[in-house]
T-cell receptor
């Protein structure tokens, strides 16, 4: 099975840099992804870091340590609109064309002015 | 460009009633399709996934079923809803292959079972 742990809440001020951590335990590992979700909205893709490469979006970057089963999302130049929930997710299907993702419970980021 | 449509946005159903949620994708062929459920304040739980027409795999045993009658259509159903079926249901698609973990989500259906 898969389990992911991330902090439930993080707060920061506008313009700052914030790091959201994620530790995972999986039966197989292909990559770690990050998604953003505003209240009542659909999750949107931010970043992927895995065996076949790295993809990042805008001010969002990610780090991965496979040996430690740990990764984090780094948000730079925080803006008020970054207040949202952030989810890490693992893909366990190595060698498959299927992207089954298993999500953590999410970290609520609050950005203060 | 690709788009995903999911409806209805909100649904209130009595216990024991049937359910049908529909999702369609436009602008792509042979996508991987997924149904996720999100309980309030929780992460997303994978319910079903499909790699092609009529090919459905279930992640967890439950009161729900899924079907894929057409390449870009994914339907979530139940014959008799339970209170525990309440939640935010999200349909998603991805391109098969190297970036299959990049999911594109629909706007979701908030289901309340009373």
């Amino acid at each position: 099975g898969q389990s992911l742990e991330q902090p439930s809440e993080v707060t920061a001020v506008e313009g700052a840099i914030v790091q959201i951590n994620c530790t995972y335990q999986t039966s197989g590992f292909y990559g770690l992804s990050w998604y953003q979700q505003h209240d009542g909205g659909a999750p949107t893709f931010l970043s992927y870091n895995g065996l076949d490469g790295l993809e990042e979006t805008g001010r969002f970057s990610s780090f991965l340590s496979r040996s430690d089963s740990y990764g984090y999302l780094l948000l730079q130049e925080l803006q008020m609109k970054d207040s949202a929930s952030y989810f890490c997710a693992v893909r366990a299907d190595r060698g498959s064309t299927l992207g089954r993702l298993y999500f953590g419970r999410g970290t609520q980021l609050t950005v203060w002015p | 460009s690709q788009t995903i449509h999911q409806w209805p946005a909100t649904l209130v159903q009595p216990v024991g009633s049937p359910l049908s949620l529909e999702c369609t994708v436009e602008g792509t062929s042979n996508p991987n399709l997924y149904w996720y459920r999100q309980a309030a304040g929780r992460g997303l739980q994978l319910l079903f996934y499909s790699v092609g027409i009529g090919q459905i795999s279930s992640e967890v045993p439950q009161n729900l079923s899924a079907s894929r009658p057409q390449d870009r259509q994914f339907i979530l159903s139940s014959k008799k809803l339970l209170l525990s079926d309440s939640g935010f249901y999200l349909c998603a698609w991805s391109v098969p292959g190297r970036r299959a973990e990049k999911l594109f989500f629909g706007s979701g259906t908030q289901l309340s079972v009373l």
